[in-house]
């Protein structure tokens, strides 16, 4: 049980575009998500937190207007990288919890090519 | 703010053997979680270990075990009999209360040497 999935694993988008990552939690229902940013060989740094049907909550230094993040349903967020350029490329990685519990259960992420 | 560190970039270990990751943190909370997470090629995140701060008792999982010394906020890694498989980047992460954001370290690459 409590399976993350993302989609799409791998996207390469021009720059200007947008992109939308979907991240879903496949057997249970995630009150909050979290999505991270990862460069190679570095850490994983949170950039918003999502509560299902409000607004997300995006850590200091994250653009909130490029970095658009949205939790619909309790089973459903995604983050779209609006106008996207180079400097966006990344690995993107989701996680969900049930809230009241310790564990975050973490998606596959997504590698993001901005050319 | 909480921080983690860990202060060795890389580690390797022959087939076998033990080999210990380092991991310090700074909180003022009294009660709160320990992980650490496993990241293999794949770059997907695997829950190793965690531990819950009230507890005083070292946190198992089969070859993994883990050394919580909550005054020196230190919580390092055993893995016992390494295994080729084990072979990933190691986070170790602190979570204020249930639900709430991990803060990761900086990651220790591991490489088991056959």
């Known amino acids: 049980g409590a399976v993350v999935s993302q989609h799409p694993s791998r996207v390469i988008c021009k720059s200007g575009t947008s992109v939308k990552i979907e991240c879903r939690s496949l057997d249970f229902?995630?009150?909050?998500?979290?999505?991270?940013r990862q460069f190679p060989k570095q850490s994983l740094m949170l950039m918003a937190t999502s509560n299902e049907g409000s607004k997300a909550t995006y850590e200091q230094g994250v653009e909130k207007d490029k970095f658009l993040i949205n939790h619909a349903s309790l089973t459903l967020s995604t983050l779209t990288v609006t106008s996207a350029h180079p400097e966006d490329s990344s690995f993107y990685i989701c996680s969900a919890s049930t809230g009241g519990h310790n564990e975050q259960y973490f998606g596959p992420g997504t590698r993001l090519t901005v050319t | 703010a909480q921080t983690v560190t860990q202060s060795q970039p890389e580690m390797s270990v022959q087939e076998a053997e033990t080999v210990t990751l380092s991991c310090t943190y700074d909180t003022s909370e009294s009660n709160y979680y320990l992980f650490w997470y496993k990241q293999p090629p794949s770059r997907q995140?695997?829950?190793?270990?965690?531990?819950?701060?009230?507890?005083?008792?070292?946190?198992?999982?089969?070859?993994?075990?883990?050394?919580?010394?909550?005054?020196a906020k230190s919580f390092s890694l055993k893995i016992s009999d390494s295994q080729l498989g084990?072979?990933?980047?190691?986070?170790?992460?602190?979570?204020?209360?249930?639900?709430?954001?991990?803060?990761?370290?900086?990651?220790?690459?591991?490489t088991v040497n056959p």
């Open chain 2, 86 to 110: 084990d072979t990933a980047m190691y986070f170790c992460a602190f979570m204020k209360t249930s639900g709430s954001r991990l803060t990761f370290g900086e990651g220790t690459q591991l």
């Open chain 2, 45 to 71: 995140m695997i829950l190793v270990i965690r531990q819950e701060a009230y507890k005083q008792q070292n946190a198992t999982e089969n070859r993994f075990s883990v050394n919580f010394q909550k005054a």
């Open chain 1, 29 to 36: 229902q995630a009150t909050t998500m979290f999505w991270y």
